[in-house]
T-cell receptor, first 113, second 114 residues
Framework: GENVEQHPSTLSVQEGDSAVIKCTYS??????FPWYKQELGKRPQLIID?????GEKKDQRIAVTLNKTAKHFSLHITETQPEDSAVYFC????????????FGKGNQVVVIP | EAQVTQNPRYLITVTGKKLTVTCSQN?????MSWYRQDPGLGLRQIYY???????DKGDVPEGYKVSRKEKRNFPLILESPSPNQTSLYFC?????????????FGPGTRLTVT
């Protein structure tokens, strides 16, 4: 099955700087890659996603890039703010078969004011 | 309001006492899942269901059961809970739309087994 790995496990950034989290996946059939944000004590929520026919997608201060050849995708957060402090999960899924989402273990991002 | 609900939100129980965590969604989603979240291990899928009466094992199904008799409900059953099942549990529902598969998570159930 699909195996998703995230690096680094913890990332501290100064407010206003950029943060980048990278994920790798193992199954070349995966074609959908979402990112979820989980604030302390809250449920995970989708913040951005990308399909394999697109190389990059942006939504205000966040962007996701996908490199299918290398089987990795990254979340980029620019101009970080304290409210960006959270755990971020990447995931991968295929539209075929059982449609399961395989999640990474999560990255703790801490934005230092 | 579109939502996924779980009950109870918090539960402390003893080893071996059967329990059920309920999950319900009002979005008419075909796909529902149960996850457990443990520190350092992320979200691990326990069971999932692609539609009514269709369920399958996820990554960590041992010690759990599920059923999907109605589209909106997907209860998680622990027949004989053990301390290693102490965890934070999330139910989620989703549907595929235009190649996207957004999972809507419930609020979570924090289970402690002593």
């Amino acid at each position: 099955g699909e195996n998703v790995e995230q690096h680094p496990s913890t990332l501290s950034v100064q407010e206003g700087d950029s943060a980048v989290i990278k994920c790798t996946y193992s199954d070349s059939a995966s074609n959908y890659f979402p990112w979820y944000k989980q604030e302390l004590g809250k449920r995970p929520q989708l913040i951005i996603d990308i399909r394999s026919n697109v190389g990059e997608k942006k939504d205000q201060r966040i962007a996701v890039t996908l490199n299918k050849t290398a089987k990795h995708f990254s979340l980029h957060i620019t101009e970080t703010q304290p409210e960006d402090s959270a755990v971020y999960f990447c995931a991968a899924s295929s539209a075929y078969g059982n449609n399961r989402l395989a999640f990474g273990k999560g990255n703790q991002v801490v934005v230092i004011p | 309001e579109a939502q996924v609900t779980q009950n109870p939100r918090y539960l402390i129980t003893v080893t071996g006492k059967k329990l059920t965590v309920t999950c319900s969604q009002n979005m008419n989603h075909e796909y529902m899942s149960w996850y457990r979240q443990d520190p350092g291990l992320g979200l691990r899928q326990i069971y999932y269901s692609m539609n009514v009466e269709v369920t399958d094992k996820g990554d960590v199904p041992e010690g759990y059961k599920v059923s999907r008799k109605e589209k909106r409900n997907f209860p998680l059953i622990l027949e004989s809970p053990s301390p290693n099942q102490t965890s934070l549990y999330f139910c989620a529902s989703s549907t595929w739309t235009s190649g996207r598969h957004e999972q809507y998570f419930g609020p979570g159930t924090r289970l402690t087994v002593t």
